[in-house]
């Protein structure tokens, strides 16, 4: 009499492996989903007009750098808004900043009309201070793109 017994099968012998990477692969694909969000809109928000002319405001500004010292960098989680529809739009964004001798955020108000931003609120919060550093001063900033017109 031939007792031969079958060998188990992948999934009987693996079943403990499997489960949790069965549970563990949604997770990974909704976390990898969010973040690709994330980068995209915060890539949108990096290369607006309103971010960088804050940010460099900000990084020119000699009450910042004297709080924060240099180099000044800009961290990853921007807050706040952009909406643009060819030439109007608005911006209400919150940066944060750090530097070798602390940190700060940014805050940037911002409205387009006729293809020209005009900056209502450009002031940084430095951490620790009571008073924030206004960017602004007592003039409004209009930023209007540069425009190369060729003939022909």
Same mark, same amino acid.
């Given at each position: 009499m031939?007792?031969?017994?079958?060998? /188990?099968?992948?999934?009987? =012998?693996n079943?403990?492996? *499997?489960? &949790? @990477?069965g549970? @563990?692969? &949604?997770?990974?694909?909704?976390?990898? !989903? %969010?973040?690709?969000? %994330?980068?995209? #809109?915060?890539?949108? $928000?990096?290369t607006?007009?309103p !971010?960088?002319v804050?940010?460099? =405001?900000? =990084?020119?500004? /000699?009450? %910042? %750098?004297?709080?924060?010292?240099? &180099? $000044?960098?800009?961290?990853?989680?921007?807050?706040?808004?952009?909406? #643009?529809?060819?030439?109007?739009?608005?911006?209400?964004?919150?940066? /944060?900043?750090?530097? /070798?001798?602390?940190?700060?955020t940014?805050?940037?108000?911002?409205?387009k009309s006729?293809?020209?931003?005009?900056?209502?609120? *450009?002031?940084?919060?430095?951490?620790?201070a009571s008073d924030?550093?206004? *960017?602004?001063?007592?003039?409004?900033i209009?930023?209007? &793109?540069?425009?190369?017109?060729?003939?022909?």
């Amino acid at each position: 009499m031939d007792t031969h017994t079958q060998d /188990p099968g992948f999934l009987s =012998r693996n079943w403990k492996w *499997l489960l &949790p @990477l069965g549970c @563990l692969a &949604p997770i990974v694909a909704l976390a990898l !989903f %969010v973040g690709g969000i %994330v980068l995209v #809109v915060g890539g949108a $928000i990096r290369t607006s007009d309103p !971010f960088n002319v804050g940010v460099q =405001r900000a =990084r020119e500004s /000699p009450d %910042v %750098v004297a709080s924060l010292g240099e &180099p $000044i960098e800009v961290g990853w989680l921007i807050s706040g808004n952009i909406n #643009v529809n060819g030439p109007s739009g608005e911006a209400n964004l919150s940066i /944060p900043l750090t530097g /070798p001798k602390g940190a700060a955020t940014l805050y940037v108000v911002a409205e387009k009309s006729a293809g020209e931003w005009v900056f209502e609120r *450009l002031e940084v919060e430095i951490e620790g201070a009571s008073d924030r550093v206004d *960017l602004l001063g007592t003039t409004e900033i209009v930023w209007r &793109p540069l425009v190369s017109w060729s003939s022909g």
